[in-house]
């Protein structure tokens, strides 16, 4: 049962931001950006932890997911280290989604040309 609410978690994201690229004049970039403020959002009231442990994996692959990990890492290290704890906590859960994404990048713009 969990893979049937993981897939109709993360398709009525994907249902949402398409009614709102369709229905709206914002970008892909909008509905990303508006999407990892969600889950911030969403986290900071610890109702993504719940809906994680509700649907499982499919709430940790949208991008929603990026918002979470941002601002559950900073909260994290916040209470150990303080105001500086910020910077340091943001990047824990992230880095190496980050990083991976800045590797696949490079190597498929090696073997790729952007077309107009």
Request: glycine share 12%; charged share 10%.
């Amino acid at each position: 049962m969990i893979y049937l609410y993981s897939f109709l978690f993360a398709g009525l994201l994907c249902l949402i931001g398409q009614i709102i690229l369709d229905n709206t004049k914002l970008t892909p970039g909008h509905i990303t950006s508006l999407f990892v403020i969600l889950g911030s959002f969403l986290d900071v009231f610890s109702i993504y932890d719940k809906i994680v442990r509700y649907v499982g994996g499919g709430a940790l692959v949208p991008i929603t997911s990026f918002g979470h990990l941002l601002t559950h890492g900073a909260m994290m290290k916040a209470n150990s280290y303080g105001f500086i704890g910020i910077a340091m906590g943001m990047f824990d859960f992230t880095a190496s989604g980050i990083t991976s994404a800045i590797f696949f990048a490079f190597i498929f713009s090696l073997f790729f040309k952007p077309h107009d």
